[in-house]
């Protein structure tokens, strides 16, 4: 959340104790949990932006230590964080990135940086095949906000490439469970590729590590700003702007008082 101190300095703050939060007013957090804003990034921006954009920037850096020239697939892109997801996967050298989603806009997420999509609305050997296609051309990380069954697909997709692919590692980075948890994982699945199953969150990663990403983030935002949706609206009103349907499920949540 994008708050000012007392002497007027912007920050963007992390992990307040209970019963402080960041929906108010006011708050109490300690201060080598707060961030500078940079001079360029408006409070909005930087409070709608830097939770889903945390996800990826740690996955990525932290967790994959994605290297510059490597391929990453992104399964959900549909909502915010993926979108984002693509933006700073390209950011960060990545030479190709594949977006994968309920219902993928092409326009718009080639205009964010993927160079290819692909549809999850399809039959299971349709969508495996497709996904294959990809693993055979060669993935170095999976960054997966969806697990559940879209996960158990791409992973028979990425079970059995062949001997002649048994040089390639895939670093699957797991992010989120909107689609379901837990997942059935076949030993044969491991057995039968160079797949390394991360995770990345809060305790895969650590808390300095988290403010160095969105630190990372902010700054890079500053230098050229990433495309993403804000919503803001009055702190009174969040209820309503976060219920089913509402405008923020597939946005950035920017509220103010």
């Not at 959340?1 to 920050?11: E, I, K």
């Not at 939060?21 to 921006?45: H, M, Y």
């Amino acid at each position: 959340m994008a708050w000012g101190l007392q002497d007027g300095t912007r920050v963007y703050f992390v992990l307040p104790r209970s019963p402080f939060g960041s929906f108010a007013e006011r708050s109490v957090t300690a201060r080598r949990t707060c961030l500078p804003l940079p001079d360029e990034l408006d409070d909005a921006t930087a409070a709608g932006t830097a939770n889903p954009a945390m996800s990826s920037w740690v996955a990525l850096k932290v967790r994959a230590r994605l290297a510059a020239g490597e391929t990453v697939l992104i399964l959900g892109v549909t909502g915010g964080a993926g979108q984002l997801a693509i933006q700073i996967a390209k950011r960060l050298g990545a030479r190709r990135v594949i977006a994968v989603g309920r219902e993928p806009q092409e326009a718009r997420l080639k205009e964010l940086g993927a160079d290819a999509l692909v549809s999850l609305n399809q039959d299971r050997a349709e969508l495996v095949s497709a996904l294959r296609e990809w693993a055979h051309l060669g993935v170095d990380v999976v960054l997966d906000y969806l697990w559940g069954q879209p996960a158990e697909i791409l992973l028979e997709a990425i079970a059995k490439r062949g001997l002649q692919h048994a040089a390639s590692r895939i670093r699957y980075v797991h992010i989120g469970s909107v689609a379901g948890d837990p997942i059935s994982l076949p030993g044969a699945t491991l057995r039968s590729s160079k797949l390394e199953l991360l995770g990345s969150g809060f305790g895969s990663a650590s808390v300095q590590e988290m403010l160095q990403s969105i630190a990372g983030f902010f700054q890079e935002s500053a230098r050229e700003p990433f495309q993403a949706a804000i919503v803001t609206a009055p702190l009174e009103d969040v209820e309503a702007v976060w219920k089913p349907g509402g405008t923020g499920r597939s946005r950035g949540v920017s509220a103010f008082n």
